[in-house]
């Protein structure tokens, strides 16, 4: 078997095209605006997702089960799923919607089962939700689309991504992470992570914008498919998380670097899923699935 020295000996590459990821897992200190406050242990084998609630409730969705924990982290009840949840979301009323592998269950505030929305198919992969004030966006891997529904779960619009004139494009998913989050003035954010940006469409599928750029550098996204997940604040700023390098983010309305919250240097190698949510207060709430905690980082004093 061939080592990585070899390799780079037998690559033909030169040296302008190499790099030491030992350098990149370095963050100059003054982009560093963030400082972990507390951790959450989430009790599970396998968490996947987290969302807040309005009133400030973390929710975390992993194994066969869905936690909720108070402002202050305790514990503050659970609810079984009869499928392991893969993405949460936390609608303005207060209902919760929890994204299986192929269609999306809704449950009241105390975890009452209310409805199961109809399947997308045997090669569905749901890996995200967003729930607006009456729309709800799902991201499907496995068909490498965002659906949006109805309030009761009809689905109104297929959203694919753009393609040009010769069939190309669309969203590029070379691993199963593909998120989705609403901003303002009925946009929707869209990560197309093969092309390393985040772009964003109307409710109605119209493409607007994009941003983001291929770069191993802090600027910019690395690897294969990032950025993994997004969480976008009240200002329109976003949160941004990454695999390969793990690291993350907080970059402006137009997406560039503002800040960084997590460098790669505070999780463990390897580390992957760093699902990404807001509160009211401002806080970054981080799931580390290889911890099995949410990092809560807050805003270091000036």
């Known amino acids: ?15 302008e095209y190499q790099y030491d990821l030992r350098e990149l897992l370095k963050v100059d200190p003054a982009l560093i605006h963030y400082q972990e406050a507390d951790k959450v242990q989430t009790g599970m084998q396998e968490p996947r997702g987290i969302a807040v609630a309005t009133d400030g409730r973390l929710l975390i969705a992993g194994d066969r089960v869905v936690r909720t924990f108070d402002a202050a982290g305790k514990a503050a009840g659970e609810f079984a799923t009869e499928a392991p949840p893969h993405a949460l979301a936390v609608g303005p ?61 009809r689905a109104v619009k297929r959203i694919a991504g753009t393609v040009d004139e010769k069939g190309e494009g669309g969203f590029l998913i070379p691993s199963p992470y593909f998120d989705v989050a609403l ?12 092309m390393r940006r985040v772009e964003c469409y109307t409710y109605e599928g119209e493409f607007r914008k994009a941003w983001g750029k291929a770069s191993p550098t802090i600027e910019g996204f690395c690897g294969c498919c990032n950025p993994i997940h997004i969480a976008i604040a009240p200002d329109g700023s976003f949160v941004t998380s990454e695999k390969g390098l793990p690291r993350v983010k907080v970059c402006s309305p137009q997406g560039t670097l503002v800040s960084v919250v997590a460098p790669p240097s505070v999780f463990a190698a390897g580390t992957s899923g760093l699902d990404v949510a807001l509160d009211a207060d401002g806080r970054v709430f981080v799931l580390d699935p290889r911890q099995r905690t949410v990092r809560v980082f807050v805003k270091k004093k000036a």
């Open 1 to 15: 078997m061939a080592t990585p020295a070899d390799r780079q000996k037998t690559s033909g590459l030169g040296p």
């Open 93 to 153: 009323a207060g209902t919760i919607f929890a994204a299986m592998k192929d269609h999306v269950e809704t449950f009241d505030a105390f975890g009452k089962r209310l409805a199961a929305w109809e399947s997308l198919g045997e090669k569905a992969y749901l890996t995200s939700v967003a729930a607006g004030q009456e729309d709800v966006f799902v991201a499907d891997a496995g068909a490498r689309a965002v659906v949006r529904y109805s309030p009761l779960g």
């Open 183 to 194: 901003g303002r003035d009925r946009l929707v954010w869209i990560v197309n992570p093969g």
